[in-house]
């Protein structure tokens, strides 16, 4: 029982000496493992040292499991844990490798354990990097809603034109289908322009343009959202936790906007 | 006459529990239905189950149509709600359908009914998402003047460098007519850049170099349009309906900047 | 003396009906004869009317020929006018067509007067977007300098990457010299990405990672300036015409951020 | 002794005539150089006048060696001097020549010395020009954490997403490796799109353009960032040195959000 506490102050915890070591030693074993994941996935490398690359990578995944069974332990609350956001990143860093024992080329996705190194650098509290990623995690969560509209919008937009265009182009040169087309009309709408499907007949070139015209103007909407957040969130000033607008100076009890109870700080 | 009545409850209305079963199985069946005609423009699947497909897919626009003459019905003012906005979206949904019997391959556009879920989803009201979409709409509302005008101009400059880069080009490589020049201009100033039309002379090069970096700068000008837009509705300060321009507080009758009255809330 | 004074009223001046009728002549007179030259450009069209588009052009040619003269004869200050923006982008309207007797295939450039239409437009005085464009050219113009400065240093971190992947991809893979090279860095850092150069190399395919990774960063600052400049315009407040910065209210003689003296309206 | 320091005002010096001029010479050397090396680099022009290059690459190497060794000697502590930024930009500008005496095509490096120019352009003070440059700037340098934390949390993102697309698509049609997967993610990512390696499999497209849309909805976090940075800049308010939100009005003698003393100007 002692030694369980213990245990939980060296790895979940990051105020005693030994805690600070250990995570320090995970971020390095992290990116040691990923790193050869990514030599592994290169062909040249992978005939020259595949006996190896194989050894490191089970020494890694042994390491991690036993990190993993060693947090399940070591916690107050087991469940809790095992199912927490972290605690399925923990299980998913590991799990990919056992699977290639069933499903070959699997082993790869051991790479998410990258996402590991968010929870690193979060117990390291990089001093200002650390409330940076606060404020900017605020404004993004606070944008969240008007972020899903945007999408849900954008969506019914591509679902439209990626259709049109493929009534427009016929099945032919590329448009070969209607998801097909939405495809396109996502890589046109965003900008990113693969080129590998193009529009061949005149009035596709015409519609294409309008989509484009469209995309150049709506890119504009997320910005303007998340500008508008972090705005906000550096002025410093208090915003209703309801309706997210800005409260006016003085004591309040209630938001003026949507009608609700706020308590100022 | 008092089914009618009944009936628009049903339909028009989402207060009763009838009401919102109604919109709840209407949105299923839309989803429904667009998937189906997604799956009949996959080559693979259509020749597989074809009939089926096809059957189906008569089901649905049965359907709609039934839906779309109980909507007329039951309406107080048809012709007003054939007119309205979300009429012509439900016609416009069932029309291909009955159209593909003359033209081939329009029954594709079907598709269009995925825009009826934009109104279900403002029937549902789902609480934040519902305002928050209207804070958007108003900011894309107030600022469709600013864009109406940066989009002219952008319009001017795309059909100007498009010439320019035909006759640069010497209607070679790619630039074969104006309009296809101006279609060039279009993908390269929207940052989108398929690279299925390029330019391959020197001096074109350098005029495709500036219609970049052209495009790289005005593309802030939308982000900032509706940036701007979005941030003072989100401050909640009052705004002249006629000029835009923020109000100053305090009691006034009249707006400061284009002297036209103003009613302040 | 009297003809020239009535002239000037109608082609210059926009407040007599025969001054508005005027314009809106022009306006369509511009835009049926740019619509001609794109046709012209269409070589299945050319083929079948080119006699016709030949003598038309040569119709359009003389008339804003003569509308030229007639501004310079009724103009009050004839070489003010010849001299101005305007009065060149007029010259510009015809000059293509006469040089096409000497240099074939110039005459397209005769598009150019489709940038007439900007005036045509700033005469009609269509209300509130008359308005609108002039709130944005003015936050255009407050960041004229800050954007030179933005250009000036993107111009210097293209060249120097572009240099850096010619010796990097060694003069192959399309990387063939280093005005080609920087060619390159424009069409990665402005995300277009037309995909007619890409790198070979592993060591090319890092650097250019990177410098997409700049460009995704730094495309942010152009649309910072002009937000900022546009959310200052809308919100009304006085600005230093010396250094553009926000001035305090109250009835002030001189800006407190740069000493400049300011009148405040 | 005395001409050490009359040398130190011309070289280093902008407020004497020489210095000026010194400076005005220095500009345009630097690009005269700068396109020397670009003709250099064009294969049609160095077969031509490759001996007349040569020799113009050596005078200009050997002129800004004499320059460097002057600024050593001239300034008050040389190895403050040498291992300044500007020190170190300088000697790269000399370093590539030499070096191409051992390793041929490092000479076309020289053109980093394009970078000197932004040194000349602060000396030159051009007024307006210099203090918006110094706002960006430090609009730059106070979102410098958050754009890092920006930044961090991309590469995790393409990392993990790259690897997911490695396995997804089977390591063929160009996705031949991790690293190659993750090149095109950040391809993806940033819009650029190049179209080099694209996905073929149906799943493959699907998370494509997942990306995609994360892509578009996260390009608005470095402009949220940047823009309310030069929005606050432009406002010239006050804002904390230590946590940088806004400071209230009035006399305080520590910031009430982070509690750290603040003195005001």
Redesign the interface.
């Known amino acids: 029982m002692y030694w369980r506490k213990k245990l939980y102050i060296i790895i979940f915890g990051t105020n005693t000496k030994a805690g600070k070591l250990f995570d320090l030693a995970l971020l390095w074993v992290i990116i040691a493992s990923?790193l050869l994941?990514?030599m592994e996935?290169?062909?040249g490398l992978e005939t020259d040292h595949g006996r190896l690359f194989h050894d490191l990578e089970w020494g890694f995944t042994i390491l991690f499991s036993i990190e993993y069974l060693l947090r399940i332990y070591s916690h107050p609350k087991p469940l809790t844990y095992v199912f927490s956001f972290w605690g399925l990143i923990d299980l998913l860093s590991i799990l990919p490798a056992y699977l290639s024992l069933v499903l070959a080329?699997?082993h790869?996705?051991t790479?998410?354990r990258?996402?590991r190194?968010?929870r690193v650098?979060r117990i390291l509290k990089l001093g200002?990097?650390f409330?940076?990623?606060q404020?900017?995690g605020k404004?993004?969560y606070a944008s969240s809603?008007?972020?899903?509209?945007?999408?849900?919008?954008?969506l019914?937009v591509v679902?439209?034109l990626g259709?049109?265009m493929?009534?427009v182009e016929?099945?032919n040169n590329g448009f070969?289908?209607?998801?097909?087309s939405?495809?396109w009309a996502?890589?046109?709408?965003?900008?990113?322009?693969?080129?590998?499907i193009?529009p061949v007949t005149?009035l596709g070139?015409f519609f294409?343009?309008l989509i484009?015209?469209i995309?150049?103007?709506i890119?504009?909407?997320?910005?303007?959202?998340?500008?508008?957040?972090?705005?906000?969130a550096?002025?410093?000033k208090p915003a209703c936790p309801h309706?997210?607008?800005?409260l006016p100076d003085g004591a309040i009890a209630f938001c003026?906007?949507c009608g609700e109870p706020v308590k100022k700080a």
Do not use: H, N
């Open positions: 990923v994941v990514m996935s290169v062909a080329g699997t790869f996705l790479v998410i990258i996402l190194l968010a650098f200002r990097y409330s940076e990623s404020t900017l404004a993004l809603y008007k972020i899903t509209v945007f999408l849900v919008a954008v019914l679902i439209t259709s049109v493929y009534v016929g099945g070969s289908s209607i998801p097909q939405i495809y996502i890589i046109t709408i965003t900008t990113v322009g693969y080129g590998d193009v005149a070139k294409a343009s484009m015209i995309g150049y103007a890119i504009a909407v997320p910005t303007g959202i998340i500008t508008a957040e972090i705005t906000k550096q002025m410093g309706c997210g607008k800005e003026p906007w």
